[in-house]
């Protein structure tokens, strides 16, 4: 039917409950010069054929469920037509609606702009928990490796296993082997012995003197007294000491270069 019209000027059709969207060939009626299809139910975008519409010069779509972009002609300036239609757009300025695209655009790069700094954003603080995460391990377990030796003290614990630990320093001398000895001064003889936990000490063993007991006896409980009293950074640690029928001995710190009287003894050392 409408091939049939293509000479039609005026067409009205208008409060007719139209619905669904504008037919495209109403685009190719090129003689048209009034068009209303105000008052209906039509929806959908108006069809892009209407931009070849020339000789429109009125078109009035009020009323409707229109959407899109309107025709850039002439015959869609009519601000009354189209007037409070949200979901119409157009880019010429005598419209006053929306120009079309660009509001979408803008909305859209936006959003985008938000995903790629909450993404950036996520994957910086990844990154950087991962890199603490990290050098927080390597510090444990540089910590730990470091703990035995820094914290394992074998005479911290000689009031509650004394027997453990003599044990452990007639082990350390071989039984007080003369190949572990390294000086002897006074009442005793110095011995070297490596405890289990690889801990170096110097062991003062008294003499086993008959005859000489009771006087020996006494300058080991002297010299104990002695160090357990004095605090100086010159005077070598006790650790502990023994004091039984078989063995009596000084448990005291290792000093590699020997002691202060071997050094000054030595013209070499000296």
């Known amino acids: 039917m409408l091939q049939e019209i293509h000479n039609l000027r005026s067409f009205d059709l ?129 910590r730990k490796a470091k703990s035995p030796k820094a914290t394992v003290n074998l005479f911290a614990i000689w009031g509650y296993d004394g027997g453990l630990l003599y044990e452990h320093i007639i082990q350390g001398t071989n039984n007080f082997d003369p190949k572990n000895r390294i000086g002897a001064r006074g009442y005793g003889i110095f011995y070297k012995a490596k405890l289990p936990i690889g801990q170096v000490v110097a062991v003062k063993k008294l003499h086993s003197s008959k005859d000489g007991d009771m006087a020996d006896f006494k300058a080991f409980k002297s010299e104990i007294h002695a160090l357990t009293q004095i605090r100086h950074q010159n005077i070598v640690k006790l650790y502990g000491f023994c004091s039984s029928r078989k063995n009596s001995f000084l448990v005291s710190e290792f000093m590699e270069m020997g002691s202060l009287c071997n050094i000054l003894s030595n013209n070499q050392e000296a």
């Open 14 to 142: 208008s409060h007719n409950m139209l619905t669904g969207e504008i037919p495209t060939l109403l685009g190719e009626l090129h003689n048209l010069e009034t068009l209303n299809l105000s008052h209906n139910k039509l929806s959908g975008n108006i069809p892009h054929t209407f931009d070849n519409l020339i000789g429109l010069t009125l078109a009035d779509i009020f009323d409707n469920q229109l959407e899109g972009p309107l025709p850039n002609i002439k015959a869609f300036t009519l601000f009354e037509a189209f007037q409070n239609k949200k979901d119409l757009c157009g880019n010429n300025v005598t419209h006053h609606l929306r120009p079309c695209g660009s509001s979408a655009k803008k909305a859209n790069k936006f959003s985008m702009l938000i995903i790629i700094v909450l993404i950036v954003s996520a994957l910086v603080f990844l990154f950087s928990f991962i890199i603490v995460a990290y050098f927080l391990f390597q510090k444990l377990i540089k």
